[in-house]
């Protein structure tokens, strides 16, 4: 199932830089997106989402971009800190599926360096 | 901040036996899952669960899966014949409404034996 992509293992930014974590997707019947962070021995954390309604959402530090023709999707931490180091998951779920069955890539471990 | 509580943290099991995964959705939330994620591999949907019924399932969760919500606060995942191939990270979720973002435990770790 590569329905969701994440095509970088891992990202390693300095402190007070950007992270730009990206994700692609295959199947055009995706409508709503999320990013979920995760650290070791915890569950995946809600950060940010966004419909294809739109093209950004902004939250903070964090903001997703949709670029729905290319199907991407990107966050951005701006400005990186040493707290945001963990593994970041895409997921996607899909049109008809009212009930939010989410697709997940298979993360990136963002290390944020002092 | 609420939270999804999932018990035990760790479950070790012999294979052919019975376990049953507990979990504590959010208690104003109405739609509940389950996913595991196998050691390297993605995040993987088993369930959905709504109105006291299954909602969807993957082509994992077979006839030796089942999930019910006995009370009003407790949700679990019964496997009812453990394999080998069982031994992973399962989370359990849950969601306000439709879409809307979905709320993680912090999973349970099975080995199977």
């Known amino acids: 199932d590569q329905q969701v992509k994440q095509n970088s293992p891992s990202l390693s930014v300095q402190e007070g830089r950007i992270s730009i974590l990206n994700c692609d997707y295959t199947n055009s019947m995706f409508d709503y997106f999320l990013w979920y962070k995760k650290y070791p021995a915890e569950g995946p954390t809600f950060l940010i989402s966004?419909?294809?309604?739109?093209d950004k959402n902004e939250d903070g530090r964090f903001t997703v971009f949709l670029n729905k023709s290319a199907k991407h999707l990107s966050l951005h931490i701006v400005p990186s800190q040493p707290g945001d180091s963990a593994v970041y998951f895409c997921a996607a779920s899909r049109r008809g599926s009212t009930l939010g069955r989410l697709y997940f890539g298979r993360g990136t471990q963002l290390t944020v360096w002092p | 901040e609420p939270e999804v509580t999932q018990t035990p943290s760790h479950q070790v099991t012999q294979m052919g036996q019975e376990v049953i995964l507990r979990c504590v959705p959010i208690?104003?939330?109405?739609?509940f899952y389950w996913y595991r994620q196998i050691l390297g591999q993605k995040v993987e949907f088993l369930v959905s669960f709504y109105n006291n019924e299954i909602s969807e399932k993957s082509e994992i969760f077979d006839d030796q899966f089942s999930v019910e919500r006995p009370d009003g606060s407790n949700f679990t995942l019964k496997i009812r014949s453990t394999k080998l191939e069982d031994s992973a990270m399962y989370f359990c979720?849950?969601?306000?409404?439709?879409?809307?973002?979905?709320?993680f435990g912090d999973g349970t770790r099975l080995s199977i034996l």
């Open positions: 966004i419909s294809s309604i739109k």
């Open positions: 208690s104003n939330h109405l739609y």
């Open positions: 979720a849950s969601m306000m409404g439709v879409a809307q973002p979905q709320h």
